[in-house]
């Protein structure tokens, strides 16, 4: 059964020196000893002889120190060198055996008298060698032993055994950091490590022995648990382990309280009753530890005051936990759930926080495997009911209602559905509404699960309008006029037979809420008219509208020498009027005519009057009066008249019109009327008016008579004349028309 360390009452770790002392002569060990759980330490020796390091300097040769070395039978000696070279690994060998032996670390042990030779050879294949002489070990001075092995602290006295030769010795250690010996032979191991302690005739040097001395740390006593808590009844073996001297030690062991807990010889503990005490252990040479003992009395069983529990989100339950035995030490108790989302609890009062199911847990808070489970089942009730609270259905439509429990996590979402008029609409048991017929009514939405919770919607269900028609589709009207538009909806029974207007471009015509059409400006729209009631049926009109013409200003001269011509310029308003076009007229066309861009040719002496009219229908128009002078005739004037019409009369045989047409007879005497000059009786006999000139002689204005043709002469060697039906009248060399028959002047 696991404890915790939480119940500690008490922690008492005492240490006790422990010292010896070295009795005259004696030789003993000292070992690293453990208790029965731990295994043997080792005590790794150290001391100047046994360095590692074998050479004093780096080369590419190697060198001894010493070229002989002497050393005794039973002795051994480590070999230096001066140099070698770095990093190379070195083998040592003896050339003699069995005089002397050599170890990979170039220590030389004496084992017969002789000699040998003891060589070097690193791995770069450089050696070096030494002579080792081995002597017999001198009999005038033995100690009692020549090796020990003794704790820090530790003294005592050599008592050497002497020849009738000698009669005082003298002491002597190589490193007395870690023993020092006296003159009178009083060994004290100083510190950790190794030295050599000589003893040697005062007299005669060569009469010596040597002890090899190892110190050792003072052995001290571990243990792995200084604080132990046990279950009344359980037993547990002290482990411990034994650092420092490697001498057996002998341990005793032993309780401050027996009724708590006792000790076997062998450190094996039995808690007996509720308690604290102290076990200690004390080894021979004077070292202790102490372990601190706390025996409780464990928890058995725990019994809770039910085994499962349904609750509401939200609520708590208190559940009691009852210990057994009453007497328990530690009384203690963890609770835990094993689904916090779901129920949380604390020191046994418990939570729903959350819908679902977990188990609660109730355990010993320092024995694990004593616990009791409760079981929680969390269940969600609704807390309101989420519905739109107004919907509009036409008739004979359907509409499924966003109704849902809040929250979502409820145990049970479940509604139920009811109508209060069915006549006007029904409902589905999963809320889909079919409107009947119009009128109100109100669905209620109804929770399952006992909390009683609902919402209601107003349900209105209306007649659509199923057809919009407008009394005019097409309009063309002028700026400024208004008129109403009157629709006809479909049917009248609809439960809203509004309607409303929309214009594309108010820039065009605008529309008022009541169909007041208004054309505002030139250009084309669309008036839209849609019902009211959202069915979206509508009706649209194209309305095109004219800007027209308010007033015409006529401006160019008011007078006009006959023969001649004057251009007039009409002016409209307003200048963004649709169509600007208009009519030209003559009051009396013998005397003046005018063509369709405003040119008035004089005919007559005599006054016109020359009108202007709108062409868009508003029957706008401007006049002006437009005066004729009669001019003198003059030969350039009738050829300048004459040419005129080049390009303009058409040729027809036998035409007698500047404008119609005219052949080339017909033509020169349209031209001399216009001066006042009747020489239609002459038409066939042209030659026959006037009088005749000569070529060489002739004047713009005379009349050029060919074989079957006549022209009027234009100066410089040209002639005006109708020709053919290609070109009609045209101004050409006076060589065109052929031979010259004869020319005759009318006109001075």
Not at 73 to 92: D, I
Not at 267 to 290: D, F, L, P
Not at 332 to 354: D, E, H, M, P, R
Not at 396 to 401: G, H
Request: include cysteine; hydrophobic fraction near 35%; glycine fraction near 8%.
């Amino acid at each position: 059964m696991s404890i915790s360390k939480k119940l500690l009452a008490l922690l008492l770790v005492s240490t006790f020196a422990v010292s010896t002392s070295l009795a005259a002569g004696a030789v003993t060990d000292s070992n690293v000893e453990t208790g029965a759980e731990q295994s043997t330490q080792s005590v790794e020796k150290s001391t100047s002889e046994s360095s590692n390091e074998i050479f004093t300097a780096a080369s590419s040769s190697i060198e001894f120190k010493n070229a002989v070395v002497m050393t005794k039978v039973g002795y051994s000696t480590k070999l230096s060198l001066a140099s070698a070279p770095a990093n190379s690994k070195l083998e040592w060998k003896s050339s003699n055996p069995s005089v002397a032996s050599v170890d990979s670390k170039g220590n030389v042990t004496g084992l017969s008298v002789g000699t040998s030779k003891i060589t070097c050879t690193a791995s770069n294949g450089q050696k070096a060698s030494c002579a080792v002489s081995v002597t017999t070990a001198s009999t005038g001075v033995k100690l009692n032993t020549n090796s020990i092995t003794w704790e820090e602290g530790k003294s005592g006295h050599f008592k050497p055994a002497l020849s009738s030769s000698v009669k005082s010795v003298t002491y002597k250690s190589s490193n007395t950091k870690v023993a020092t010996v006296d003159k009178n032979g009083l060994l004290k191991a100083v510190a950790p490590g190794t030295c050599k302690i000589t003893c040697a005739s005062a007299t005669d040097p060569s009469k010596y022995d040597v002890c090899t001395v190892t110190v050792v740390s003072k052995a001290q006593i571990k243990l792995a648990d200084p604080v132990l808590v046990l279950n009344k009844g359980i037993t547990k073996k002290a482990a411990y382990t034994v650092t420092g001297s490697g001498n057996s030690l002998a341990f005793k062991w032993s309780s401050s309280n027996n009724s708590v807990a006792s000790v076997s010889p062998t450190g094996v503990i039995t808690a007996k009753g509720q308690g604290n005490c102290m076990i200690t252990v004390t080894a021979s040479n004077g070292a202790t530890a102490r372990i601190a003992v706390t025996v409780v009395q464990p928890i058995t069983s725990i019994k809770l005051s039910g085994s499962e529990a349904t609750l509401e989100l939200g609520h708590k339950k208190t559940v009691t936990a009852t210990v057994g035995p009453s007497n328990a030490t530690s009384k203690s108790l963890v609770w835990s759930s094993s689904n916090s989302s779901v129920a949380t609890v604390n020191k046994g009062v418990i939570t729903a926080v959350g819908k679902g199911t977990c188990t609660i847990t109730c355990k010993s808070r320092y024995y694990s495997n004593i616990s009791v489970s409760y079981k929680v089942t969390v269940k969600q009730t609704v807390t309101a009911v989420s519905m739109e609270s107004a919907v509009k259905l036409n008739e004979n439509s359907t509409k499924k209602l966003a109704a849902k429990a809040v929250p979502n996590t409820a145990s049970n979402t479940k509604l139920t559905f009811k109508s209060s008029d069915t006549s006007v609409a029904a409902v589905s048991s999963d809320g889909v509404i079919t409107a009947k017929s119009k009128g109100s009514c109100i669905i209620t939405a109804t929770t399952t699960d006992g909390s009683g919770k609902s919402a209601k919607c107003m349900v209105t269900v209306v007649r659509p309008v199923t057809r919009v028609t407008l009394n005019a589709h097409t309009i063309s009207w002028n700026v400024g006029k208004k008129a109403h538009f009157h629709p006809t909806v479909t049917p009248t029974t609809a439960s809203n037979v509004n309607v409303k207007y929309k214009s594309s471009n108010t820039k065009v015509a605008k529309v008022d809420s009541n169909g007041l059409l208004t054309a505002v400006g030139a250009g084309t729209c669309t008036i839209t008219c849609t019902a009211a009631d959202g069915s979206g049926k509508k009706d649209t009109c194209k309305v095109t509208v004219k800007q027209p013409i308010n007033k015409i200003t006529l401006s160019g001269s008011g007078s006009v020498d006959e023969g001649s011509s004057i251009t007039l310029k009409a002016v409209v308003a307003p200048s963004n009027a649709t169509n600007k076009n208009v009519t030209w007229s003559s009051s009396d066309t013998t005397v003046a005519t005018v063509s369709s861009t405003g040119k008035v040719t004089a005919l007559k002496e005599g006054k016109v009057t020359i009108k202007c009219t709108a062409k868009d229908g508003s029957k706008v128009t401007a006049s002006k009066t437009v005066t004729v002078k009669a001019v003198k005739a003059t030969g350039q004037k009738i050829a300048d008249y004459a040419a005129q019409w080049v390009g303009v009369t058409p040729y027809v045989w036998g035409g007698t019109s500047l404008y119609t047409g005219a052949d080339c007879s017909g033509f020169l005497c349209c031209i001399y009327e216009n001066f006042g000059y009747n020489l239609w009786n002459y038409r066939v006999d042209l030659d026959m008016v006037g009088y005749n000139v000569s070529l060489a002689n002739a004047q713009p204005g005379d009349i050029v008579v060919y074989p079957g043709h006549v022209a009027i002469y234009a100066g410089n060697g040209m002639v005006t004349h109708a020709l053919n039906e290609n070109v009609g009248v045209l101004t050409t060399p006076i060589s065109w028309g052929g031979t010259v028959r004869c020319v005759r002047r009318v006109v001075d």
